[in-house]
């Protein structure tokens, strides 16, 4: 192990790390953004509507990250959507966990009893009022140990925007590897930075669990 | 045939005249569950500030009614009306076509309803649960709301708990605050959902208590379904006996309780008061 290329490694390691940080911070909130758009569109929406929406969550949920990415990044274009590739990257990472965090969603409404909207329609609250103040209240302290979860597991598959070139942590170690022939250490670091990031989000999660869960 | 005694009878509170126009009128009311009927053409009426007991063997209808009222289900043919508008349906064109939602919001803001399940939304507190609906459907102003909030649960004798979350409180107080909650949007019409059967024995009298309280100093019309015979007896003007989905009997409650005319409601008065 060569501790001082780790340390001159280090400066551009974590630029690579912050575009990481960067795709999964935008990325998780796309995913949370959409999927709540979604779980309401299936809930409230029509039929016509909310079926179609439905399936293409199925086949998004059913299709490889990967194969995601590269359709974004390589085929749009041909349609004419030219994307820059961290924002192919985030697009990606977002649409593709919305449709996990639309299902946590969903059982976390499941899990809101009915007599609450019950309650609400008797006191003829307004629909707006009825999701924000009655059921979504409710429902987040429910999902935020599963939202928790896919927040990680997003972070952990950032590496997969290596293959649309965006220049992220294991971008950065595998150019530095390759050009010093040094990848025990490059790699290694990569796998230390991804732990520490990972323990760091697992912990801030628990301790948002104990306050939501305190009320 | 149903047996019934005249509405208009004596012990309606205020002098009716005989055209008074009801303030619940349910025609030829079908609710059906897949090949289960419910409700099969009833019909009857509510005068205002009636108090109204719905008494009968489970699933013989009485919670259906209440929940067709609150718009909680709808008919599944027939017609309901709320001093004199259409609740179920409304009008279009001079013709009356199905309720739309709209519609709905509009006739059940004069109706509140007291749940069995107690219902209060656990992550407000007490005054949030009462005054959400005010400020947000009535369009109150928050002083306002708070000021009736402060009211309403000094009445149900719960001002000092104003600030707490209802978890803490227990399921008596809880439905206290649900009733205070209900009555905040000032209904002409309160249904009450069999509210004290999922309570602890011991704290049936306390909301028991607070409905009484309300029936004599108030002429809000209550309709209840309730297994609670004493309470029928004192606060109701009338007793309803349903089975299958049909009333059986109807009449004020000192004639059912102590000659009921009908089979039925004989042997269900006497498996009831077995039980108690």
Not at chain 2, 260 to 270: A, I, N, Y
Request: glycine share 8%; proline share 5%.
């Amino acid at each position: 192990m060569d501790w001082g290329f780790v340390g001159a490694a280090v400066p551009d390691l974590l630029s690579g790390l912050r575009y990481t940080l960067l795709a999964t911070a935008l990325g998780y909130v796309l995913a949370l953004v959409l999927g709540l758009a979604v779980v309401i569109v299936r809930r409230g929406a029509p039929r016509v509507v909310a079926t179609p929406v439905f399936w293409v969550m199925e086949f998004i949920r059913s299709t490889p990250l990967l194969v995601q990415l590269f359709f974004v990044f390589y085929v749009l274009p041909s349609a004419g959507v030219s994307l820059s590739p961290l924002t192919a990257g985030i697009i990606a990472l977002g649409v593709h966990y919305a449709a996990y965090t639309a299902e946590v969603y969903r059982s976390g409404l499941d899990g809101v009893p009915t007599g609450q909207w019950e309650a609400a329609r008797a006191l003829s609250l307004p629909g707006g009022r009825t999701w924000g103040a009655v059921v979504l209240p409710q429902a987040v302290r429910r999902v935020i140990p599963a939202l928790g979860n896919y927040l990680i597991a997003m972070f952990k598959d950032t590496p997969l925007l290596f293959a649309i070139t965006v220049p992220e942590l294991l971008f950065e170690a595998n150019r530095l590897g390759g050009e010093n022939f040094k990848y025990l250490e490059t790699i290694s670091a990569v796998g230390v930075l991804f732990i520490a990031v990972s323990v760091l989000s697992a912990a801030g999660i628990r301790l948002l669990e104990r306050r939501y869960a305190a009320v | 045939m149903p047996q019934s005694d005249d509405n208009n009878s004596a012990e309606v509170p205020k002098a009716r005249e005989a055209e008074e126009q009801p303030l619940v009128r349910f025609e030829n009311v079908v609710k059906r569950y897949g090949d289960n009927v419910v409700l099969d053409e009833l019909d009857f009426n509510v005068l205002p500030g009636q108090r109204v007991t719905l008494i009968g063997p489970s699933g013989s209808g009485k919670t259906t009614i209440l929940r067709l009222l609150m718009t909680l289900e709808q008919v599944d043919d027939g017609v309901i009306w709320v001093d004199g508008d259409p609740l179920s349906h409304m009008y279009r064109n001079g013709a009356l076509v199905r309720a739309s939602q709209k519609h709905q919001r509009g006739v059940r803001k004069k109706i509140g309803m007291v749940f069995q399940q107690l219902n209060l939304f656990p992550n407000m507190t007490v005054r949030r649960n009462i005054t959400e609906a005010p400020v947000h459907t009535l369009g109150m102003s928050r002083d306002e709301a708070d000021e009736r909030a402060a009211e309403l649960l000094e009445m149900v004798g719960l001002a000092d708990r104003i600030d707490e979350h209802p978890t803490r409180l227990s399921g008596g107080q809880q439905q206290r605050v649900a009733i205070a909650r209900a009555l905040a949007m000032r209904p002409e019409i309160l249904l009450l959902d069999e509210v004290t059967s999922a309570l602890d024995p011991e704290l049936v009298a306390g909301v028991l208590d607070v409905l009484r309280e309300i029936a004599r100093t108030t002429d809000i019309t209550m309709l209840a379904v309730t297994h609670e015979m004493g309470f029928a007896k004192d606060v109701s003007h009338r007793v309803l006996m349903f089975d299958r989905g049909q009333i059986v009997e109807d009449g004020p409650p000192e004639r059912i309780f102590s000659e009921p005319r009908e089979e039925r409601t004989k042997s269900f008065l006497h498996a009831v008061l077995e039980a108690g």
